[in-house]
């Protein structure tokens, strides 16, 4: 019987190390397979509390961070064979005691799950192109000016914030269907001083909040008209968006420089600039994944010579995928790779279900993994401590 192994990299800096070890404790909680973490322990600013470690010599004039990308493509090399692997960011959680069903669902050659964007949004990141800069003093001026506006860190009761979920999962009902939108957009300006969205919960238009019939305030509504003027920026409520003077978007940055880099770099043409790339924080290998990650491994070690390209291994990761011709290769489900964004509006989570959805509620799912990839540790924020408390159950 093949043996399922988990597998972590790290190496480098404590706050990693640390990451590791929150993480390792919750899969050592909630899993009975084996599991090894590969690193530089040269490189460790802390030990590693764990026994089942390689140790691998990185290249010396490699930084942390390619280091660590050096382990991760490079993983195939620096483990027995024979094996079906499990492959974890750091911070990916393991979430109960399903989690060792994702070996089942390994997809020969290889098995990586969706990443939450798509190809065009992910390009700024992955190449030096400059348009991860554009509208970035646009969003430094909003992001002020929103915290100078912005009253709602003055209701932190758990009613408040169950009433506030309530609001916009009913508003993003409204935002789907246009007929829905008309309708609500004449009843809203037609009522006065109070504009009812449901039998409990009205917007009071004057003083800005919205508040349940018993009057209890429960959301203070942006003052859009300020932020705007303070920020020189425009607003547009039927679209919900933000632009700056020139009409751009300012939260919605796409390009198509990562595939004319992957076209140049590698002579690989992607044909769908708006496809569904993997997330590198969880994968499925074995034996027959070498190929894959050997071609995945080698490309990313030469962009790191590259001035045109970011120190990452996602852009290589879909050169690779098309290369290979996987494009429409099965993907994980959300629930084993289920990623948290902070910035997502429409994550939501009810713990009296143990249920998550990034599309509020539209979809859910019970997580078997979450991936924290940013906020982490943010106490502030509803989904952190809830999976803090997954380990105290």
Not at 201 to 207: E, L, P
Not at 328 to 340: D, G, R, V
């Amino acid at each position: 019987m093949t043996k399922e192994v988990y597998v972590f990299v790290v190496c480098g800096s404590q706050e990693h190390i640390d990451t590791l070890h929150f993480s390792l404790a919750y899969l050592k909680q909630y899993s009975s397979k084996s599991i090894v973490i590969i690193t530089d322990s040269s490189r460790n600013e802390v030990i590693i509390n764990h026994t089942d470690i390689v140790d691998v010599k990185t290249p010396s004039n490699f930084n942390h961070h390619q280091a660590s990308i050096y382990l991760k493509t490079g993983i195939h090399k620096f483990l027995p064979k024979d094996h079906l692997y499990c492959y974890l960011d750091t911070d990916v959680v393991a979430l109960d005691e399903t989690c060792d069903q994702i070996f089942a669902q390994y997809n020969s050659p290889i098995t990586f799950a969706p990443d939450h964007c798509k190809v065009r949004s992910f390009s700024p990141y992955a190449v030096n192109c400059g348009c991860q800069d554009r509208c970035a003093e646009d969003r430094d001026n909003f992001l002020n000016s929103l915290r100078k506006y912005d009253k709602n860190g003055e209701l932190t009761s758990s009613f408040a914030v169950v009433q506030r979920r309530k609001i916009e999962e009913k508003y993003h009902q409204i935002q789907q269907s246009f007929l829905k939108k008309v309708i609500y957009a004449i009843k809203y300006y037609i009522s006065f001083p109070r504009f009812w969205l449901s039998s409990n919960i009205y917007f009071d238009k004057k003083r800005r909040y919205w508040a349940t019939k018993d009057g209890v305030v429960v959301k203070y509504e942006l003052d859009v008209r300020s932020i705007a003027k303070e920020a020189n920026l425009k607003y547009t409520l039927w679209f919900n968006k933000w632009k700056n003077k020139d009409g751009l978007n300012i939260f919605d940055i796409n390009c198509d420089h990562l595939i004319e880099k992957i076209q140049n770099t590698f002579d690989l043409k992607i044909s769908e600039n708006n496809w569904q790339h993997w997330n590198g924080g969880v994968f499925l290998f074995d034996n027959e994944s070498h190929s894959f990650l050997e071609s995945w491994h080698n490309k990313t070690m030469h962009i790191f010579s590259l001035k045109d390209w970011k120190t990452r291994d996602q852009g290589t990761l879909i050169a690779t995928v098309w290369e290979f011709k996987l494009q429409n290769h099965p993907t994980l489900s959300k629930e084993w790779n289920f990623i948290a964004d902070f910035h997502n509006n429409n994550l939501v989570i009810s713990k009296e279900t143990n249920t998550l959805s990034d599309d509020l509620f539209q979809t859910t799912y019970q997580p078997k993994f979450i991936h924290v990839f940013h906020e982490w540790g943010n106490e502030q924020w509803e989904v952190w401590n809830w999976l803090k408390l997954k380990q105290q159950l």
